[in-house]
């Protein structure tokens, strides 16, 4: 069963680069597809982006100017660098695997758990 | 703005029928598979069907799905307490080049 843990900062003030990295334990790291999904508290899912092993990404067009997902292999991780945070950037981020690549597809599949990422002055 | 639009609440009596729509158009819906998704208070979402209609090991087969043209619904039969959550359709978005959700549906079990 894959398990997907995560850490970076959980408050950040205005203008800040919000970072996080998930590791992934028992999830066959390249035969999938890995993405990072926000939700603002009380609202709805937002797809933030996805990576596969080579480092072949996919990002929201609304997010791509301040973002960057990169991969580490040998640490089975991969990670999420959200530029010049705002107040709108509050939210819980899910790291989670998505379709295996054989599928051709970016369906998130298997959710971590999420973390609450805060951003105030 | 979602991409996709479900409708924000729907509700039901224990043992009824409740549908939930998920529109969306021929860059996404209409040339991709749908996925639901269903979100317990406090936990993360978990897949409920995927591919329109398959559902994944430990899904009651209370739960199915389907897809017409650049729509999909998801059915619950038979509703139980435990059904109350927050529903999610999404799908692949060749326009965008990007997986986009609806804006979740709270399902009530009166």
């Known amino acids: 069963q894959v398990q997907l843990q995560q850490w970076g900062a959980g408050l950040l003030k205005p203008s800040e680069t919000l970072s996080r990295t998930c590791t992934v334990y028992?999830?066959?790291?390249?035969?999938?597809?890995w993405s990072w999904i926000r939700q603002p508290p009380g609202k709805g899912l937002e797809w933030i982006g996805d990576?596969?092993?080579?480092?072949?990404?996919n990002y929201n067009p609304s997010l791509w100017s301040r973002l960057t997902i990169s991969v580490d292999t040998s640490k089975n991780q991969f990670s999420l660098r959200l530029s010049s945070v705002t107040a709108a950037d509050t939210a819980l981020y899910y790291c989670?695997?998505?379709?295996?690549?054989?599928?051709?597809?970016?369906?998130?599949?298997?959710w971590g758990q999420g973390t609450l990422v805060t951003v105030s002055s | 703005q979602s991409v996709l639009t479900q409708p924000p609440s729907a509700s039901g009596t224990p043992g009824q029928r409740v549908t939930i729509s998920c529109s969306g158009s021929?860059?996404?819906?209409?040339?991709?598979?749908v996925n639901w998704y269903q979100q317990i208070p406090g936990a993360a979402p978990k897949v409920l069907i995927y591919?329109?209609?398959q559902r994944p090991s430990g899904v009651p087969d209370r739960f199915s799905g389907s897809k017409s043209g650049t729509s999909a619904s998801l059915a619950i039969s038979g509703l139980q307490s435990e059904d109350e959550a927050d529903y999610y359709c999404?799908?692949?978005?060749?326009?965008?080049?990007?997986?986009?959700f609806g804006g979740g549906t709270k399902l009530t079990v009166l």
């Open positions: 989670v695997r998505g379709s295996p690549l054989q599928r051709l597809a970016h369906d998130p599949t298997d």
């Open positions: 028992n999830g066959s790291f390249s035969d999938y597809y």
């Open positions: 990576i596969n092993h080579r480092g072949y990404t």
């Open positions: 021929s860059s996404n819906i209409g040339v991709n598979t």
């Open positions: 591919d329109n209609y």
């Open positions: 999404g799908a692949w978005d060749d326009s965008l080049s990007a997986w986009v």
